[in-house]
């Protein structure tokens, strides 16, 4: 059998073959994206090179910082200072990131940090492909945090979704997790790349007031404070718990309020940041859930096992978090078996268990072996549970 | 005629004031001594003794890690020439 | 001759929160001082910190401050700076801050050469979590991580900053705020990276574990060890072992990191015209 895609036909400015890596940099670029710190890792650094390549002729940053830690904090630092950053690492350097992750998501930085999936845990399997980063990116860094998880699977997804990525680090003031995993960083194909003009590109929101009233965490606007940049607008901010000032406060009702509108401004907005693709989800009576290149290999899956006469469908979420609990739920309460797959020993598939609340059994295809899953195990799969 | 001596003022902040006595050590001519606060951690701020012995060097004020002292120079008249 | 400070610290911040006797309080009015003979605009200005006693400061002055998290000040800061090369970025760090955890950006800073002027505040041990040793800590010294007496070696900071490549190098202590002062201030005009360090008292927790009195005991113990950098060019290994050299080692032109960068960026466009 032949493993092909249907291809979409769209009026595109211009048709390029380049890998996901490369992908990435070209559509940060086309979001504005102007600061890239970063340290080498496989399979992340053809976007390090990439970014290194590009930046300059647009009159952007790159750094190569000295660790994956100190490329987080001078990615935030930038951000803070008015640019769109990004930094892109995989499994053993996003471990590393996670404190100053934090940092970000408590100063309320936009920054966008890719993580090239690959095996784990510690040094793994630099070379292979892995799902295994999907709960750390979500749970990683200490405390409650407000963090966006996104997982394209094809390569227009991959520019599509780094531009939204950043859309949505300026938007909600947050850092964004774009994942992607070593098959996705490395295949390389056409790619209808939009022309920069059809994209929509979203800044971070400017004060209204002059800089001396400015607050950078004045919650009068919304769960999203205006954002002024350093030496423009000049403020204090922290790690610490912080009140409207940026300073830091012990008071329980204001650290109370702070957290809480943090994660407000994430999961209140769980609708325009959810995105799903669905394949033969309207009738489906064993939903398959499945994301990145795994996903890709789901759809193929879907698809023999309809035309095998077994309704099978597919929800391959492009917004892994917030999740899509309510999605979920309504699509397994209709079907009669949900079969979650997936590059690791069984992390979303606690979630989907949890969103599907009993209603109708969960399944797995699981495998960490650095061996990506392919279709005709997951058809294996559906027919099992049929 | 000599012009006359400098004459200095100093202000001290007694809110800002901890009591460290760094101030009273480093002043070379003995202008400042500590008195009773025992509201304060250290229990004492810093006060002017005597003003006279300042001769502005300034130390207090630049040592100070509080901002509690500032030394300001006295604008002083003339005194006219005889004859 | 007073000198106006308003206009650079934050009153309704304070009192401020350091010790009774705590030097940290000193640095910062010597950084005020410098900045403010330097001419900028304190809008133009960013002091960035880690995390302790020393990194506390940017709360209490009024520039462009960022408190970030331990021993990553100087990361932070040259994202700042390379962002915004146009201006002012000061990095203010404790000992444990900049040299133990922060010690890979120390060297890499020095290294890059990247306009940025970091004070190290060295009061020999962690103050702000109680008093662990610190890679400053002079051998034999009690600290609670080294209740017996330390017996790791110390760093000595002017010659890492040396060593990794900084341009403009000095030490001063506590006892002499003019000196700090001017070498902030030179660190300031150095097109490159600066590393000042200033010796401080930390009575609370250094001092009274090794029972060595109060602010002014140590205060002068640290006098007693400070040695001008001429007179310690004739004196021997053994006779400076425990000294503090107080001067400027280093003052020297390199290429700077942000004006390499701009260059080839100007290199590039050009070849892409």
Redesign the interface.
């Given at each position: 059998m032949k493993y092909h895609r249907k291809r979409r036909h769209k009026v595109a400015k211009r048709l390029e073959v380049m890998s996901g890596n490369e992908a990435v940099a070209r559509a940060a670029i086309a979001a504005g994206c102007r600061?890239y710190?970063g340290y080498p890792i496989t399979p992340s650094s053809e976007i390090a090179e990439k970014m290194a390549e590009l930046l300059?002729?647009v009159?952007g940053?790159f750094?190569q910082?000295?660790?994956e830690?100190?490329?987080m904090?001078?990615?935030?630092?930038?951000?803070?200072?008015?640019?769109k950053?990004m930094t892109a690492t995989s499994g053993p350097g996003f471990s590393l990131k996670q404190?100053?992750l934090g940092?970000a998501s408590m100063v309320e930085a936009p920054v966008v940090i890719v993580d090239v999936m690959r095996g784990g845990p510690s040094t793994g399997l630099p070379t292979f492909p892995a799902q295994g980063d999907v709960m750390q990116a979500i749970w990683g860094t200490h405390g409650d945090h407000a963090v966006v998880v996104l997982t394209p699977g094809t390569l227009e997804e991959v520019y599509l979704e780094t531009v939204r990525a950043f859309n949505i680090a300026e938007k909600l003031r947050t850092p964004v997790v774009l994942l992607l995993d070593e098959i996705i960083g490395h295949m390389t194909g056409d790619v209808m790349i939009p022309d920069d003009s059809e994209l929509e590109i979203i800044d971070r929101p400017k004060p209204t007031v002059p800089?001396e009233e400015y607050l950078p965490y004045d919650d009068s606007y919304g769960d999203v404070p205006p954002m002024g940049s350093?030496?423009?607008y000049?403020?204090?901010?922290?790690?610490?718990h912080h009140d409207k000032t940026g300073?830091?406060t012990t008071n329980p009702v204001k650290c109370g309020a702070l957290i809480e509108r943090m994660l407000r401004k994430v999961f209140g907005n769980r609708e325009w940041l959810e995105k799903n693709v669905e394949h033969y989800t309207e009738d489906a009576e064993i939903l398959v859930f499945a994301f990145g290149s795994t996903g890709l290999a789901a759809e193929v899956a879907v698809k023999w096992a309809r035309e095998q006469g077994i309704k099978a469908g597919l929800l391959r979420p492009l917004t892994l978090w917030p999740f899509p609990e309510k999605r979920v739920y309504d699509l397994a309460e209709k079907a009669k078996a949900v079969v979650v797959a997936e590059m690791n020993l069984g992390m979303m598939i606690r979630e989907v268990e949890r969103a599907v609340r009993g209603v109708t059994p969960v399944y797995g295809v699981l495998k960490a072996n650095g061996q990506p899953i392919e279709p005709p195990e997951i058809l294996a799969k559906i027919k099992e549970v049929a | 005629m000599a012009k006359p001596k400098k004459k200095f003022r100093i202000e001290v902040n007694e809110e800002w004031c901890k009591g460290c006595v760094i101030c009273v050590d480093v002043c070379p001519t003995n202008v400042l001594d500590m008195k009773d606060m025992l509201s304060k951690w250290e229990g004492m701020v810093v006060y002017v003794k005597d003003i006279d012995k300042c001769i502005g060097c300034d130390l207090c004020e630049l040592s100070c890690p509080d901002f509690a002292i500032e030394v300001y120079e006295v604008p002083q008249e003339e005194e006219a020439q005889s004859g | 001759m007073a000198f106006n400070y308003k206009p650079y610290i934050?009153e309704d911040?304070f009192p401020n929160i350091w010790c009774p006797g705590c030097g940290i309080g000193i640095l910062m009015k010597a950084i005020i001082r410098a900045v403010h003979k330097m001419g900028w605009k304190?809008?133009?200005v960013?002091l960035?910190s880690g995390i302790g006693c020393t990194s506390r400061m940017?709360?209490y002055v009024?520039?462009?401050?960022?408190?970030?998290?331990h021993g990553?000040a100087?990361?932070?800061?040259?994202?700042?700076k390379?962002?915004?090369p146009d201006?002012h970025v000061i990095v203010v760090s404790g000992d444990g801050d900049a040299l133990a955890i922060g010690g890979?950006?120390f060297?890499?800073a020095c290294r890059r050469n990247i306009d940025i002027t970091l004070i190290v505040l060295n009061n020999m041990i962690y103050g702000m979590t109680g008093g662990q040793v610190s890679p400053t800590t002079p051998a034999g010294y009690r600290a609670s991580t080294m209740p017996y007496g330390n017996v790791e070696p110390n760093f000595d900071t002017v010659n890492l900053a040396i060593g990794a490549g900084a341009t403009y190098v000095a030490r001063s202590t506590v006892n002499n705020p003019a000196l700090m002062e001017r070498q902030i201030k030179e660190g300031l005009q150095n097109k490159g990276f600066s590393v000042i360090e200033v010796v401080s008292n930390c009575h609370i927790q250094f001092g009274r574990r090794n029972k060595m009195g109060d602010q002014l005991v140590l205060r002068h113990w640290i006098k007693e060890r400070e040695v001008p950098l001429r007179k310690a060019k004739d004196m021997s290994p053994e006779e400076l072992e425990g000294k503090f050299v107080i001067g400027t080692f280093v003052k020297k032109t390199r290429p700077e990191y942000t004006e390499e960068?701009a260059k080839?960026?100007e290199r590039?466009?050009g070849a892409?015209k």
């Open positions: 600061f710190a300059p002729k009159d940053k750094i910082m000295e660790d830690i100190a490329s904090a001078a990615a935030t630092g930038a951000s803070l200072a008015g640019l950053s404190e100053n940092f800089p350093y030496f423009e000049p403020f204090h901010t922290t790690g610490l300073f830091p | - | 934050r911040k304190r809008e133009d960013a960035v940017p709360g009024n520039f462009n401050t960022l408190h970030t998290t990553r100087l990361a932070f800061a040259t994202g700042i390379h962002a915004r201006k890979n950006h060297i890499h960068y080839m960026v590039v466009k892409s």
